[in-house]
């Protein structure tokens, strides 16, 4: 009992630090989004660090970062399975790093599907709403939510790489070896088991030997003894008469 409540109040901290990630990410994005389409002309650029840095709004029909335009209604339904995904996913997280991730994920792909859903030009194919440029770093022009989602993919990686897993344990070199150890240390002794087994066991012709042997010893058996109340006759003597 006290297991079960440990385990569900701690996987109850963990999808409510993935909420509160995705919702984050989410406000921050529409929020950002609003007030450029409320303060600037499509197509304006408005310069924040000189020309390292731009407000440059553009509408985006296509993914991240302003590639494969065209294909807005692919983008919508994988976004929405993404989405599906991760709340299925959810409940199997134990690792405040993953829900971090899922939250970052979750946030910008619902706050990209938000404009391919109600933005123009229609239902499903609405154009993504993009005004960060870097113009000497990137030659694409991305927004917030872009940014959550890249950034959960690196993490993603990390966490990948140092051997996080879903359950907030960690899977190391050593803990590797102690595996592979206690694994040939189970089958040894699953070998010497069977092998005492086989060797108690007498095999099945000689158990039938000994039967056989045990039966012509017993009284009224076919073998050379008597029976306790019969007589041996005496060997016929020289004046024996036939």
């Known amino acids: 009992m006290t297991t079960d409540t440990t385990s569900t109040k701690v996987s109850a901290r963990i999808i409510a630090a993935l909420a509160f990630v995705a919702v984050a990410a989410y406000l921050l994005d529409q929020g950002t989004k609003h007030l450029v ?20 709004f553009v509408k985006n029909p296509g993914a991240a970062f302003s590639l494969a335009s065209g294909t807005t209604w692919i983008f919508s339904i994988a976004a929405t399975a993404v989405v599906v995904a991760i709340i299925v996913f959810a409940r199997r997280i134990r690792s405040r790093a993953w829900a971090i991730m899922l939250g ?13 859903l109600f933005r123009e030009p229609s239902f499903g194919q609405g154009h993504v709403v993009d005004f960060i440029y870097f113009p000497y770093l990137l030659p694409a022009i991305f927004n917030v939510a872009d940014i959550f989602i890249v950034s959960s993919m690196g993490l993603l990686l990390l966490l990948t790489l140092l051997g996080v897993n879903l359950d907030g344990t960690r ?72």
Request: net charge negative.
């Open 37 to 56: 389409t409320r303060d600037l002309v499509e197509g304006s650029s408005v310069d924040v660090l000189g020309s390292f840095l731009q407000l440059h």
């Open 171 to 242: 899977t190391t070199k050593a803990s590797i070896a102690a595996a592979a150890e206690r694994d040939a240390a189970e089958e040894a002794a699953s070998e010497r088991a069977a092998t005492g087994q086989a060797a108690v066991e007498p095999p099945a012709g000689e158990g039938a030997s000994i039967a056989e042997t045990s039966t012509e010893g017993e009284p009224g058996g076919h073998g050379d003894a008597t029976g306790p109340g019969e007589r041996t006759a005496p060997p016929a003597g020289p004046g024996a008469r036939s």
């Open 104 to 116: 970052m994920l979750l946030g910008g792909t619902l706050g990209n599907l938000t404009d391919r």
